[in-house]
């Protein structure tokens, strides 16, 4: 599963030293066929203490983590949405991303100079997002337009279409992003002409604050977003100090909390599989099932699921094998409706 987000803000906000911090441990990139990679793109290990507790139980020769795809986007400008900067380019690197995480400056420093020539987090959130809210009106309403047109031929579900697209048009109009809109997406016809749209706003939003102080409160209107707190200049100084200096200077760092919540605003988890040839980490939707959690192995494990074996982690690690386990019941076997659980370590019966 190729999972990407796309790092955006302002220009000189820290987005390229954020990117460099997060990408400082390459990944063994083999490992992932699906990855295209691309000088602006980064894949970052989903940090999981419980994948190296299997393997060392499983002396596996090889530990396979879950992975998550930063972009780093350029920069983007008041006007973007109407072609400037780099706007038109901007739009269609953010329109790949699975969710976006906007680098917002926090700190004050006289010496790195703000586009706007003033701090002011709030006003720079408001300004990004109306870019994004402005190209999804242009592309709303192109929508609009053409499922009129359907609706005056009488197609099949246009009247309902209609009122969706017209209803998200509205929001934003008002200056809401489209991911506030509430939608019928059990319905499959709406669920289509929102997934053709695109829209900017419609994915999830993580911000990251470029604070001085990584304790300090933050106002209410930025607290209250879903949020990390980075101190993004000391990230990047860390990536040239060892543990052992880390630690004597009493430097931490918390750039696996944003990868962690990253993979979290996505509705994401894990299960595990654990063996000698490797022990691997699989992403999947929460609430998947488990032939839906197979088809992560292997498509053929979705169609041609029997049954599935399956333990939590610290259970596995408490009977010390997958045979001892077995041997004392700990074992469960659970079928098609089985709902998999983050952290269930799995063997499928295909």
Known sequence: ?????????????????LFKALTRNPVDINNYPFCTIEP????????????LKLSEM??????????????DIAGLVKGASEGEGLGNKFLANIREVDAIAQVVRVFQNPNIIHVHSQIDPQNDIEIINTELILADLDTVKKTETRVEKDKKGNKKGAVEQLAAVQKIKAALESGELASEVELNLDDDLIKIIVREMQLLTRKPFLYVYNVSDVNAALPPELEKRNHVKLDIKIEEELIEMSPEEQKEMGLQSNINELVLKAYDILGLMTFLTTGEDESRAWTIKKSSTAP???????????????????IQWQKLLEAGAWGKARELGWLRTEGKEYVVQDGDVIEFKV
């Open 58 to 71: 499983s002396k596996s020769k090889k530990i396979v983590p879950a992975v998550v795809e930063f972009v």
């Open 1 to 17: 599963m190729s999972l990407k987000i796309g790092i955006v803000g302002l220009p000189n906000v820290g987005k390229s030293t």
């Open 40 to 51: 602006n793109i980064g894949i970052v290990q989903v940090p999981d203490e419980r994948l």
């Open 292 to 310: 839906e959690a197979g088809a992560a192995i292997h498509n053929d494990f979705k169609e041609r699921f029997i049954k599935a074996d399956v």
